[in-house]
Nanobody
C-alpha cells in the first residue's frame, strides 16, 4: 500500500525551477514532520530539507540548497512541497520524501537532516530531477 508519493520531477536546464510534491495517502500528514532527501549516483544520500508538523514552524535546509530551496506543507491536501529554484547540475538526483511524527523530538536542530530515511515511519519511492544543458 503506497502511502507517500512524490511527483514533479523533470528534466530541466540550469537556472530553472521545479516544485516537487509529496502526497500522503491513507493517513493524514498533519502531525508528521517531512524531510526531503536526494540520492545521486555515486554520491552519498543527502537530507535536503525538513519541515515540522503540523504548522511547519521549524524548517531546516542543507547548506547546499539554502537560499534556493523552500519547503512547505498544505495539511488540507496532505501534501508537502519542495520548491527548487536556480537549479544546477549538482542538484540532479532522485528526490524522495519521508514522514514521521516523532523525528523532530529526537533531534533538536539541523542534525535531523543527517538522520537516514530508515528512521522515518513512511518513505516514498522518489522522483527523478535532472538538470542539464
Amino acid at each position: 500500500q503506497v502511502q507517500l508519493v512524490e511527483s514533479g520531477g523533470d528534466l530541466v536546464h540550469p537556472g530553472d525551477s521545479l516544485r516537487l510534491s509529496c502526497a500522503a495517502s491513507s493517513f493524514s500528514l498533519d502531525y508528521y514532520a517531512v524531510t526531503w532527501f536526494r540520492q545521486a549516483p555515486g554520491k552519498e544520500r543527502e537530507g535536503v530539507s525538513y519541515i515540522s508538523g503540523p504548522d511547519g514552524r521549524t524548517v531546516w535546509y542543507a547548506d547546499s540548497v539554502k537560499g534556493r530551496f523552500t519547503t512547505s506543507r498544505d495539511n488540507v491536501k496532505d501534501i508537502a512541497y519542495l520548491q527548487m529554484n536556480r537549479l544546477t547540475p549538482d542538484d540532479t538526483a532522485v528526490y524522495f520524501c519521508a514522514a514521521d511524527k516523532y523525528i523532530g523530538d529526537k533531534f533538536g536542530d539541523s542534525r535531523i537532516l543527517g538522520a537516514g530515511p530508515e528512521r522515518y515511519e513512511y518513505r516514498g519511492q522518489g522522483t527523478q530531477v535532472t538538470v542539464s544543458s
